[in-house]
T-cell receptor, first 117, second 108 residues
Framework: DSGVTQTPKHLITATGQRVTLRCSPRSGDLSVYWYQQSLDQGLQFLIQYYNGEERAKGNILERFSAQQFPDLHSELNLSSLELGDSALYFC????????????????FGPGTRLTVL | GESVGLHLPTLSVQEGDNSIINCAYSNSASDYFIWYKQESGKGPQFIIDIRSNMDKRQGQRVTVLLNKTVKHLSLQIAATQPGDSAVYFCAENRGFYFGTGTSLTVIP
């Protein structure tokens, strides 16, 4: 158990819908990262937050957004869903150094499996 | 663009043998590298890391080698066990790029 929790574990929805994925980081971790994992694309970095502020952005679509709240939990919002958005979405957390390129270990949650029908 | 890639998508080894998983990266500014293990149905799990000022780092049954000259990383697993069967990713801190990983299968 990494100490990172993600809800829900599974999510099935239809094209065009909007969903919210939730992540609670390990106690004391200030940085939260979101990743998308699909069979053909591997593990793709989406976005990083550090202590409530966006720190780095990866291959995140404009239809996707995220935020980190004062209690440090984070939500990833996916809207106008398409079939191709079906994937595993992982959240990770780290102590989080105040740099865009952290040099500390990321601890991954168990993931949310999103299926878009 | 900058990337971290895996040389081989799959690797099969006999139980008890040593495994070597390779990884190439192209961002010469990367200064921190991590190897992760992902078992089926689970999130990636940290194995070992190495900073760019080191060439080698050893953990329990695992060793990471870093060759900055050719931008190459390798993960060596000693006395591979069935529980080592998983997908292994290398990652670097600039770009957070993981790639598709290498699937290691241990044959009993």
């Amino acid at each position: 158990d990494s100490g990172v929790t993600q809800t829900p574990k599974h999510l099935i929805t239809a094209t065009g819908q909007r969903v919210t994925l939730r992540c609670s980081p390990r106690s004391g971790d200030l940085s939260v990262y979101w990743y998308q994992q699909s069979l053909d694309q591997g593990l793709q970095f989406l976005i990083q937050y550090y202590n409530g502020e966006e720190r780095a952005k990866g291959n995140i679509l404009e239809r996707f957004s995220a935020q980190q709240f004062p209690d440090l939990h984070s939500e990833l919002n996916l809207s106008s869903l398409e079939l191709g958005d079906s994937a595993l979405y992982f959240c990770a957390s780290s102590v989080g150094l105040a740099t865009p390129f952290p040099t500390d270990t990321q601890y991954f949650g168990p993931g949310t499996r999103l299926t878009v029908l | 663009g900058e990337s971290v890639g895996l040389h081989l998508p799959t690797l099969s080894v006999q139980e008890g043998d040593n495994s070597i998983i390779n990884c190439a990266y192209s961002n010469s500014a990367s200064d921190y590298f991590i190897w992760y293990k992902q078992e089926s149905g689970k999130g990636p799990q940290f194995i070992i890391d190495i900073r760019s000022n080191m060439d080698k780092r050893q953990g329990q049954r695992v060793t990471v080698l870093l060759n900055k000259t050719v931008k190459h990383l390798s993960l060596q697993i000693a006395a591979t066990q069935p529980g080592d069967s998983a997908v292994y990713f290398c990652a670097e801190n600039r770009g957070f790029y993981f790639g598709t990983g290498t699937s290691l299968t241990v044959i009993p």
